[in-house]
């Protein structure tokens, strides 16, 4: 049975902004699924249906077989979300937050100092348990709230966009906090976020929307031979470089304004080895200083611009 | 469970920010220590042996108001904090999130009341009905707190913010207390002042509570009346409140 399951969602707030466009999409039970997407394209609104915060205008969504609409109290009991902003309660100390959480979700006492105690040592929390919470760190604040958010043991956990504004090892120990929660607790996770490279190390299956709609569902391996075809890479020493070459350059390998990317161009190639001789071949002979030209597989990031680009070719 | 729960973690909060007690009663104390002292001795010239005894029912609503104001705060601190958006999505009855805040707000009435009481002990007051008169006393209290934290809950969440909320409060505070009979007996008033304040449910109270501080006497007629009052107002304004409450989720 999937763990989601979004048929034909749409939702049309009263200001008359339309968020979702008829969006459905699957998440298999105990899997991590990442959902990409501009910003505006519809995902926090996602989350806040999934998690019944919203009421869908009309479509269908399902978790383990149950409407989330009508049988919104039952669902609640088994999901939970570490949303954008960190939710605890600085009034509260570390131990007194989880327990609030337990307590709402109605976890037996003994049941929940047992998890309680799990999780702290699990999210290397033990250290701040005699400081006031008001006194954490970001990351540290983080932590708590995923830890605060597993103690009603859910078994889907929404993350919207866990690791935004961390630096990179902070992002790294949340990949390895996310893995854990998903291997050590069977815990689904659907996680949305704007870093590709996190999607693509950490999800079974990446989804990414469009203006309120999905796009496209896959592994991060289908994802990328999706594309199949591979990729020219041109890089510039500089973006001026880039822009005085772009133009001639587009009349020989018939490239797209989307192709342009900072100081490189990036094109999927249309004939093959010939295209690279023809663009080596321009730019030795208008001895342009170029750093380098190769050809590569599609990345997350290219497969997302292209399925993004506003340009009008964004779906294929 | 669920309201006891949201019950301590809002008196947590309360007593986390301990400011929002004591701003809330200093004007009461204010008026029941230096004005009730300055105006009392003019007042004995129109029949009012004590007028700290006298003033102290309106304080109890004003001092009700103050405390229940700032518990609409507290929704606009969670918003802020995102705790509010954690509890909704909890399997938490929305009436159960509504009555968790409210009794806070009953509660830290009471313990303001309490010390107005105590404070008004040095000023020789006594509550000349009793024990039974202490008993519909804090019945009083109880519900004039519990309509008043609804109706906060309800308008905190129908403005956008802190800033028009606290201005909306200020705004109606005043002119409620003083269109009612919380500073001046009400028998000599006549034409469209006296149906103004006969109008205003809080004059009604104040009166209940008047008569059970000073005259001493019951009137059952008269408690029933107040009771029931508060009672209907009650239920509109915890029931307006778990409406606003729903609206949150339906944008």
Known sequence: MSAIQAENVIKKYKNGVQALDGLSLTV??????????????????????????????????????????????????????????????THLSLTENMMFQSKLYKVPKDEAKTRMEILIACFGLERYLKYPVSSYSGGVKRRLDIALNMM???????????????????????????????????????????????????????????????????????????????????????????????????????????????????????NGHIDLEKASRWLLDHEVPFLGIEIVQPTLEDIFLRLTDDSGKGAC | MSVLTLLYRNIKWRFHNVFTIVITILQPMLWLVLYSAVAGQSMQGIGIENYTAFILPGLVVLVSFGACSSSGIMNYLMKADNSFYRVLIAPVKRSSIVLGQILEAVLCTFLEVAIMFIVSLFFSVRIASGYLGLLFIVLIVFMTAFFMSGLTYAISLCLPNEVIYETAMNTVVLPVFFLSTALFPGDKLSGGLAIAVNLNPFTHVINALRELIVQGNIVTKNILFVLTLLALMCCISFLWANRRLRKETSL
């Open chain 1, 28 to 89: 298999k039970d105990g899997e991590i699924f990442s959902l990409l997407g501009q910003n505006g394209a519809g995902k926090s609104t996602l989350i806040h249906i999934l998690t019944t915060y919203l009421a869908p205008t009309s479509g269908l969504v399902t978790m383990f077989g149950k409407d989330i609409y009508r049988e919104a109290s039952e669902i609640r009991t088994q999901i939970s979300c570490v949303a954008q902003r960190t939710s605890i309660d």
């Open chain 1, 152 to 270: 009603s043991n859910p078994k889907i956990l929404f993350l919207d966009e866990p690791t935004v504004g961390m630096d990179i090892q902070s992002r790294m120990a949340m990949w390895d906090m996310m893995k854990k929660i998903r291997t050590d607790f069977g815990t689904t996770i659907f996680l949305t976020t704007h870093y590709l490279e996190e999607a693509d190390q950490l999800s079974d299956t990446i989804c990414i929307m469009k203006n309120g709609k999905e796009i496209i569902q896959g592994t991060p391996l289908a994802l990328r031979e999706y594309l199949r075809k591979d990729i020219l890479r041109i890089s510039f020493s500089s973006k001026e470089e880039v822009k005085n070459c772009f133009q001639p350059l587009k009349s020989i390998l018939a490239l797209e304004e989307s192709d342009l990317r900072q100081d490189k161009i990036i094109t999927g190639l249309k």
